[in-house]
C-alpha cells in the first residue's frame, strides 16, 4: 500500500481496530444484540428520551438501553430535528442523560439533506 491518507484507513491493520455500529429501531435492539456473535460490531438504539421515568408512551429511557446492554446511542438525527421539532436544546438534554447513564453518544449535528448537499454543513454547526 502507498503511503496516502486513504490507503491508511484501508490497511489491513486498521481494520482490525475498525468497531462497526449498527443502529436499530427500539424493537430489534435485543434481538440483535444476541444474534451478532463478531466483537467488532456493536448495537445502538436510533434515539432516546431524556425523562428516565413518566408518562412518555413510546418513549426509551437512556438507562433502558443501557439495561439492555446496547452501548451506544444517536442523538440530533436531522429527521428527529425536523420531522419532531427537536431543538438543541433538546438534542443537549438527551445527551446529558445518555452520558449520564454511561452510553456512548453518536452525536449529530443535524444539517439535512439539502444543506449538507449545498455545502452548508460547517454553517449549520456553527450555529448548533
Keep these: 500500500m502507498n503511503d496516502t491518507p486513504d490507503a491508511e484507513c484501508l490497511s489491513w491493520r486498521s481494520l482490525h481496530q475498525l468497531e462497526v455500529v449498527i443502529s436499530l429501531p427500539s424493537l430489534y435492539l435485543i434481538p440483535v444484540r444476541d444474534a451478532v456473535s463478531n466483537k467488532q460490531i456493536t448495537i445502538s438504539a436510533q434515539n ?6 413518566g408518562a412518555f408512551t413510546g418513549e426509551i429511557s437512556s438507562s433502558q438501553i443501557k439495561e439492555a446492554g446496547i452501548p451506544y446511542v444517536i442523538l440530533g438525527h436531522s429527521e ?4 419532531f421539532h427537536e431543538t438543541n436544546e433538546v438534542v443537549a438534554l438527551k445527551t446529558r442523560a445518555a ?10 449535528i443535524g444539517e439535512t439533506l439539502v444543506q449538507r448537499e449545498g455545502g452548508e454543513t460547517t454553517k449549520v454547526c456553527e450555529e448548533a
Design 48 to 53: 432516546a428520551y431524556y425523562k428516565e421515568s
Design 80 to 83: 428527529r430535528r425536523t420531522v
Design 99 to 108: 452520558l449520564d447513564a454511561g452510553l456512548k453518544v453518536i452525536l449529530c
